[in-house]
């Protein structure tokens, strides 16, 4: 790969971001991360897949909350684990690489770095200290705020989300050790945000929930992250915390980027450069990347 680029929320139920998707153009030497929540479908999956490996050399995917949905009318009634397990398969009749594979080498510009797509959904402890996690979605009820996953996105065969996520944390984190032994810096690929202090939604703040772990806060330090990239929270932005960088890489839902849109930019210009990434003067803050 000469360069890496990233999106994630292509949400490609949405007839709109379908058509967007496309129009995108050929990076016959770059490689594409997919950061989750392609879809709902595994139509969604396979749409997505067909068309970005024939663009790009090589596409690296790890699943949203939406992949792992079990929809009323999914004749399949896969859940869980099986849910993931079913989108896994997909991706490798594509020859698409997923947190089950190794991680491979990048050796193109801003390399050499160890590419790593992981999976570690989320356990509720985004939530201040005052909210046990018992109360956790009873608070989040008092301002209107539930995720449509409480209905859709089963933990099976473990008894909780939480379960599911733990197990995931403890999987995780050998393989990330093995990685850093290797001496070379990681990029860290996640659908979910490592941090929650890089968590702002204030249409709904209590949404924070469903967003990650705890458990995460500190691997970008651990395991010698160069880059961090994550979707999810559609709201795009770049932070540097402790000289590592953050990258949230959304689309979004039609409506969360038409400001883009308005402002003469398509899909293309949506695609974030991970490696070798622009170039910054020391520790900035936040940046918000609204239109691109």
């Known amino acids: 790969m000469r360069r890496l680029l990233a999106i994630g929320d292509l949400h490609l139920s949405h007839k ?3 058509e967007a998707f496309y129009a995108l153009e050929p990076h016959e030497e770059d490689g594409l991360i997919i950061c989750g929540d392609v879809g709902e479908k595994a139509e969604h999956l396979r749409t997505a897949f067909e068309l970005t490996t024939q663009l790009f050399k090589t596409v690296i995917w790890v699943p949203g909350n939406h992949e792992l949905y079990t929809l009323p009318n999914d004749e ?6 099986m849910k993931y397990q079913e989108c896994v398969s997909i991706a490798n009749e594509y020859g698409v690489i997923t947190p089950q594979d190794e991680f491979i080498r990048y050796d193109g510009e801003g390399g050499p770095c160890l590419i790593c797509p992981i999976f570690t959904l989320y356990d509720y402890s985004f939530r201040p200290d005052h909210v046990t996690r018992e109360n956790a979605l009873s608070w989040a009820e008092e301002q209107n705020v539930m995720a ?3 209905a859709l996105l089963h933990p099976d065969p473990y008894e909780t989300r939480d379960k599911w996520c733990e197990e995931l944390i403890a999987s995780t984190i ?3 050790e093995a990685a850093a032994a290797q001496g070379i810096p990681l990029v860290i690929i996640n ?3 490592l941090r929650q202090d890089l968590i702002t939604i204030p249409a709904v703040p209590r949404f924070t929930l469903w967003c990650g772990t705890k458990a995460t806060h500190d691997w970008h330090k651990r395991f010698n992250a160069k880059v961090v990239v994550t979707g999810h929270l559609h709201v795009r932005r770049t932070d540097h915390i402790d000289g590592v960088r953050f990258e949230e890489v959304s689309l979004g839902y039609p409506n969360q980027w038409q400001d883009a849109r308005n402002a003469g930019r398509e899909i293309n210009t949506m695609l974030r450069e991970i490696l070798p990434g622009p170039e910054y003067k020391g520790d ?3 940046i918000w990347r609204q239109i691109g």
């Open 16 to 18: 709109y971001n379908k």
């Open 284 to 286: 900035e803050a936040t």
């Open 191 to 193: 659908h979910w945000p």
């Open 174 to 176: 050998p393989r990330l």
């Open 148 to 150: 449509t996953d409480e």
């Open 76 to 81: 399949s009634g896969l859940r869980g684990e």
